[in-house]
């Protein structure tokens, strides 16, 4: 069956999710907006929307080849992609392997030191809330996730972040730490949803420490174009 694209449902910060006349299927199209601390700072980052669509496509490809599913059905255009529908569990899992951003200011340590294990952090989403930590008993405790589920989206993120570590190394990144969403099919299936990509991730140059992601717009740097374009042709997209 032809995918044909229907209304949109949906707008977030940086992508619109439209339906398709297939009820399990969504197409997710990503815009160049580029938004801050909970929408507070915004702008755009030319041609962002089409590194994040075939960055996040290219990474879920390889990790449904390390046997972790995700919503990646086909890309259709630059910005466009069909992607599983699912309902978004309303998590932010955070993984991360070098100290930086949030986990700095609050432990108080300067950004860079690598963490001994990785460490995952969940955030429940929340706009109005500014997305508060919470913790594997406020998830289980308020129906967020089941303890079973939770067990899965862990595993997976670990999973995640070994393969990541491991492919970026050989193109000169450092995986600093990333944010993943997993949604729930129809049956009941716990996927990788929303996306991979420098909006998401920290990522540093192996050898100069160069900031190659979001961060340069966080932080008023500059230069965050090239670094998306930069991002893009290491992973040789
Ligand atoms: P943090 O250090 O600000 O908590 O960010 C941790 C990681 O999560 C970092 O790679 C950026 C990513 N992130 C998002 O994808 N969305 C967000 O809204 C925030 C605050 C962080
Ligand atoms: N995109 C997020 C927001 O505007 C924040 C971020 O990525 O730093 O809330």
């Known amino acids: 069956?032809?995918?044909?694209?229907?209304?949109?449902l949906y707008e977030g910060k940086a992508k619109k999710v439209f339906e398709t006349n297939d009820p399990n299927l969504v197409i997710v199209d990503y815009k160049d907006d580029a938004t801050a601390f909970n929408g507070e700072k915004k702008g755009t980052i030319h041609d962002k929307g089409i590194v994040n669509n075939k960055m996040s496509d290219f990474l879920m490809s390889l990790l449904e080849k390390e046997g972790i599913p995700t919503h990646f059905v086909k890309e259709i255009s630059d910005r466009e992609t069909i992607v599983k529908k699912v309902t978004i569990i309303p998590l932010?899992?955070?993984v991360r392997n070098i100290t930086a951003g949030s986990l700095s200011k609050r432990v108080g340590k300067p950004e860079g030191i690598k963490l001994s294990v990785p460490v995952?952090?969940?955030?429940?989403?929340?706009?109005?809330?500014g997305d508060p930590m919470v913790n594997d008993y406020h998830i289980i405790s308020f129906g967020w996730a089941t303890k079973e589920e939770l067990a899965v989206i862990a595993d997976y993120a670990l999973k995640v972040n070994a393969f990541l570590i491991n492919y970026l190394k050989d193109v000169g990144v450092d995986l600093v730490d990333f944010k993943l969403?997993?949604?729930k099919t129809a049956d009941g299936t716990i996927i990788l949803a929303d996306e991979i990509s420098p909006d998401t991730c920290r990522f540093w140059d192996s050898k100069t420490g160069e900031k190659l992601d979001?961060?340069?717009f966080r932080r008023n740097m500059g230069g965050e174009e090239e670094a998306y374009q930069e991002m893009f042709k290491r992973l040789g997209l």
């Not at 069956?1 to 949109?8: A, L």
């Not at 995952?120 to 809330?129: F, G």
């Open 1 to 8: 069956m032809d995918i044909v694209k229907g209304k949109q």
């Open 92 to 94: 932010e899992v955070i």
């Open 120 to 129: 995952i952090e969940y955030s429940y989403k929340d706009d109005e809330l």
């Open 181 to 183: 969403e997993f949604g």
């Open 214 to 216: 979001k961060d340069r």
